[in-house]
C-alpha cells in the first residue's frame, strides 16, 4: 500500500520534529528536511520516513530536496524559519533582518516554486508556519514581524492564484510555543535570556499542540481548505498580554 507523502522543512527540532511523527502516526510517509543531518537521520529512522539535509535559502539543496520528493506531493508543511534577535528598529542589525526574510520568506518561495508542480499532481496541501508575529506588531519584534506579514500576504496570494487549480494553500499562525530552539535562537544561545521569554507562564503551548492542528489541517477532505488557523495559549490574550503568575 503507498502511503500520502509529506515534507516538513526544519524538521531537525521543535515544531518540525512534531509535525513530521504527528504526520507519520496519521499514515504519512514523511520526509524530513533540515541542515542537521543527524537529527534529521534520526528522526527518520524513528518514523520510517526519509531524511533529506537541505538548507532552504539554498537554491542548490532546494532543487536536490524537490528531485529527492519527486513528482507527486500531498503534504508540503513549511515550517523552517526563526525569529533573530530582539533589537529596535532603530539599532536593528540589518544582517539579522536580511536572514530573517532569508529563511521565512524566501526560503518558503523557493521550495514552494519547486514543489507546487509534484503537490498540483497530487490534488495536495500547502501548510505554511507562519505566527500571530504575522497579524500583530510588537517593540523590538519588526524584523521578524515584517517576515512573517510578507509569508502571510504570500499564503494569501497563491490561494488567490491558484483558485484553478487543484491545491489548497493554509498557513498557521501559532503564538507562544515553548519549543527547543526558537527564543535560543532568538538571543543566540544566551540559554537564561531564552528561558525568561516563557517565565511564569503557566501553560505555553507546546510543538505537539501545534502539529495535532497542522495534522487537522492537512487531512481533511480536499475541498476543504483551511485559510488560516490562529492558535494562542490561554495565558496569551495577544503577542504582547500574556499572564504570568
Ligand atoms: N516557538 C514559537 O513560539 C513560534 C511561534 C510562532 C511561529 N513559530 C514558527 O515555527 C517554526 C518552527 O519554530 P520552532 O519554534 O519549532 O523553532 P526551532 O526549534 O528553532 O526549529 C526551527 C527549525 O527550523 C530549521 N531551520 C532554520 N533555518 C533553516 C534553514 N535555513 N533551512 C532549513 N531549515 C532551517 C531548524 O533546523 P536546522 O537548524 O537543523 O536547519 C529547525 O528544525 C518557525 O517558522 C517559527 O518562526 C514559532
Not at 507523502?5 to 524538521?11: E, I, K, Q, S
Not at 537541505?54 to 508540503?76: H, I, K, N, Q, S
Request: hydrophobic content about 45%; proline content about 4%.
Amino acid at each position: 500500500m503507498t502511503h500520502p507523502l509529506a515534507l516538513v522543512t526544519g524538521a531537525s527540532s521543535g515544531i518540525g520534529a512534531a509535525t513530521a511523527r504527528a504526520l507519520a502516526a496519521a499514515g504519512h510517509e514523511v520526509v524530513c528536511a533540515a541542515r542537521r543531518t543527524d537529527r534529521i537521520a534520526d528522526l527518520a529512522a524513528e518514523i520510517d520516513g526519509r531524511a533529506v539535509t537541505c538548507d532552504v535559502t539554498d537554491p542548490d539543496a532546494v532543487a536536490a530536496l524537490a528531485a529527492e520528493v519527486g513528482d507527486r506531493l500531498d503534504v508540503l508543511v513549511n515550517n523552517a524559519g526563526g525569529a533573530y534577535g530582539l533589537d529596535p528598529v532603530a539599532t536593528g542589525d540589518v544582517e539579522d533582518w536580511r536572514a530573517m526574510y532569508e529563511v521565512n520568506v524566501i526560503g518558503t518561495l523557493r521550495v514552494v516554486q519547486a514543489l507546487l508542480p509534484s503537490l498540483v499532481a497530487a490534488e495536495g496541501v500547502i501548510v505554511n508556519v507562519g505566527s500571530i508575529a504575522g497579524r500583530t506588531s510588537y517593540e523590538g519584534g519588526a524584523g521578524y514581524t515584517a517576515a512573517k506579514h510578507a509569508l502571510a500576504t504570500m499564503t494569501e496570494t497563491m490561494r488567490l492564484e491558484l483558485v484553478d487549480q487543484p491545491v489548497r494553500v493554509t498557513e498557521i499562525a501559532p503564538g507562544m510555543v515553548q519549543t527547543e530552539g526558537f527564543s535560543l535562537t532568538r538571543f543566540k544561545g544566551d540559554r537564561e535570556r531564552a528561558e525568561q521569554v516563557y517565565a511564569g507562564v503557566a501553560e505555553p503551548l507546546v510543538a505537539d499542540d501545534i502539529a495535532e492542528a497542522i495534522t487537522w489541517m492537512a487531512t481533511r477532505p480536499r475541498h476543504v481548505n483551511i485559510d488560516l488557523m490562529v492558535i494562542k495559549p490561554r495565558a496569551q490574550a495577544a503577542a504582547h498580554k500574556v499572564h504570568r503568575e
